[in-house]
């Protein structure tokens, strides 16, 4: 793959060298006027060649400045620098996927070794990654998928079903299998948050009939956003007995609204975050389990894919990936998964720190 490369290099020169003999016959002799298009077209082309970009991997996330993505942001950098390549880390400011798309069309032009993104919307970023595709950057998905033809390898925190049965089955038990219950999500568009919430709503189908789901919101991975949709959800429902909270942002804003609202211990909370998000509140009783990954170890495996790809190597599935451990790898789908779920309590939250 990266032996076509050149191809990118030599048709932006051609083009160039066209553009700057059309420019040069409009105006000749020299003027102020020629010499200001032609640096124009010069600089326009000199933007698409690469520079130095081999050892260059950009991974965006579905927005930067969060705990979670911070934690797998170090991850990342750690296993690059092992590895001798280098890391750019850029997204947008917000859960948006308009923005998202815009920023990997500025990557593009920086002509990077790998791009490794987290889709806040599988479908809008196809276009964007068929045109990477034919510049030949390789691109690889990590936490959120786009459609797999747009990308070699998606890598998975963990297996979806797996992980929406097992949030479901926590909720249940602290609900006592029956009540009205409601899900804070992310984004609508998030390809993971609505497999997790489709295997959710399976797990509750066929094993907790007397459980009613009264409505999804998004929170948009924003706590502010996620605490109003709480409280709001409080204020409509005053029979709720529980709530799921489907991104690391909304469990510690639901956990605050309920507290506001002096519901703690009557209202079950179940749902995905980090330890040091939810340490206050598992502490207190008003979370009792609540459920991730290592976000760092996701990051440092997207980054050894990152590499694999770099060098046409193939993941295998059991292969160890140093500080990850071994992970399964389904190349029929092209999807590599971490591993397990992890469940965080008041008795074991302060082992971890992310």
Known sequence: ????????????????????????????????????CCLSYFLWGCARLPRNSD????????????????????????????????????????????????????????????????????????????????????????????????????????????????????????????????????ALTAANLNSWMHWMKIQQHEHYPEMELVSVMPGNDDQQIAFVEAQQLLQAYPDLRGFIGNSSAAPPAIARAVEQAGLSGHIAISGLSTPNLMRQYLKKGTVKTIILWDPKKLGRLTAEVAGMVLHHQTPYDEMNVPGVGPVRVFGDRRVIVMGPPLDFTAGNVDEFNF
């Open 1 to 36: 793959m990266r032996a076509l490369r050149p191809s990118l290099q030599n048709s932006s020169h051609s083009l160039l060298r066209v553009r700057l003999q059309n420019c040069w016959s409009l105006a000749w002799p020299t003027s102020a006027s020629a010499i200001l």
């Open 55 to 186: 050892s260059l991997v950009v991974m965006i996330p579905k927005l930067v400045g969060i705990p979670y993505f911070n934690s797998a942001r170090d991850g990342a950098a750690a296993a690059l620098h092992e590895l001798g390549l280098r890391l750019e880390w850029t997204g947008p400011t917000a859960a948006d996927a308009g923005l998202q798309v815009d920023i990997l069309a500025s990557t593009l032009a920086r002509n990077p070794g790998v791009i490794a993104v987290s889709c806040n919307d599988p479908n809008s970023v196809v276009p964007i990654l068929r045109r990477a595709h034919r510049y030949h950057i390789p691109v690889i998905t990590w936490d959120s998928d786009s459609q797999p033809e747009v990308r070699e390898w998606f890598v998975s925190q963990v297996e979806d079903e797996t992980l929406g049965r097992h949030v479901m089955d926590v909720l249940a038990a602290e609900m006592g299998k029956k009540g009205k219950f409601a899900i804070i999500t992310g």
